[in-house]
């Protein structure tokens, strides 16, 4: 059934449709004819060309108007940071952080780097493809170092830890990284570390790399790779949103409902399932793929895997980084 915009919502309240559940999409739209409505009823005897100016100037207002679905950010805002290449982000600063030794992912790296350099610029793979049994073990020593090992568990469950690379998450993570950002390449079952990138880490070490890292997580590597839930939905287009958000209140359950508001078409994406709702699709999939194994692979936030406590469930909030900071600095205000 499709609604027109005044007509009266289909939830009981009273109002008309476009003033109460209409999407924020549709709201903005209704909202624009609304606008031309109006301008044709005052100003019939307007041009064509006068009567785009006028709509264009209205429409430029209001795609820059705070938009509370959006936690505040405007529509022009928000399309650029769902939208927009890395280097074109707005309203938001990417910085490199002096230290990354904090960091899971760029340690993991020097460590491959590392083992490549000391060896002519490349390494055997295992006969599976992997990295080699020993920079597994380098790499699983790095553990204590972490934020993350105030929640060390047995190695068996780690994602930190393991005995071989299929075992090892945030290193296989690492390399499938470096492999998307052009720094490593695998041929005859050797891992090789590009020419250009050899040159750029001997003249300017680890940093050189944490942004082209950090661009092939948010806008190459596929979210849903190490889990096997059957979503189609992209969470990446949403990643600056999800961080500005979590970044200012640290709430897990208060991310998802803002998720939810501003982005209502992801609960429609959920697969019909008997056990989860919508709702507790989405959450399941941000916390797993967005909070634990994006932010805290990179070392921006830890969080306890603790889920249930006493058979109920426990109220996630995560735990902020420095390095968090160090790396993002918003200016959302209009």
């Given amino acids: 059934m499709n609604l027109g915009r005044n007509a009266p919502c289909p939830c009981g309240s009273g109002k008309k449709y476009k003033r ?34 006028v709509i ?30 890395f280097n074109e982000l707005a309203w938001v600063t990417i910085c490199t952080p002096e230290v990354l030794s904090t960091s899971p992912v760029m340690r993991y790296l020097t460590l491959i780097l590392d083992e490549a350099m000391q060896n002519d610029g490349s390494f055997k793979a295992t006969s599976r493809g992997n990295l080699p049994v020993k920079v597994v073990k380098q790499a699983s020593d790095f553990l204590p170092e972490f934020a993350v090992s105030q929640f060390e568990r047995h190695i068996s469950i ?25 720094i490593i390449y695998r041929r005859s079952n050797r891992y090789h570390v590009k020419k250009a990138a050899q040159k750029q880490y001997q003249s300017q070490g680890i940093s050189v790399f944490f942004k082209p890292m950090l661009e092939a997580a948010t806008k190459k ?35 998802i409902d803002e998720v939810a508001t501003a982005f209502p078409d992801l609960l429609l994406a959920c697969l019909p399932d008997d056990d989860y709702t919508p709702i507790q699709q989405l959450s399941t999939l941000i916390k797993l793929r967005f909070i634990e194994r994006f932010l805290q692979y990179w070392g921006f936030i830890t969080i306890d895997p603790k889920r249930l ?16 900071t160090q790396t993002f600095e ?5």
């Fill in 330 to 334: 918003f200016n959302t205000q209009n």
């Fill in 20 to 53: 109460c559940c209409m999407d924020s999409v549709s709201k903005l739209h209704a909202e624009m004819l609304d606008d031309v409505d109006q301008v044709v009823a005052m100003s019939s005897n307007l041009t064509l060309d006068e009567l785009n100016v």
């Fill in 221 to 255: 590597y596929n979210w849903g790779y190490l889990d096997s839930w059957e979503h189609d939905i992209d969470l990446r287009t949403f990643w600056l949103f999800m961080l500005w958000r979590l970044q200012t209140h640290a709430s897990v359950e208060r991310l």
């Fill in 158 to 182: 780690s994602e930190f830890a393991g005995s071989n690379e299929d075992k090892f998450n945030a290193l296989h993570y690492t390399r499938i990284l470096a492999e998307s950002a052009g």
């Fill in 56 to 85: 264009q100037k209205r429409t430029g207002e209001r795609n820059n108007r705070p938009n509370p679905d959006f936690c505040g950010l405007s529509p022009t805002q928000m399309s650029n940071w769902l939208y927009a290449p």
């Fill in 309 to 324: 406590l006493a058979q109920e469930h426990v109220l996630r909030k995560v735990q902020l980084q420095p390095l968090l």
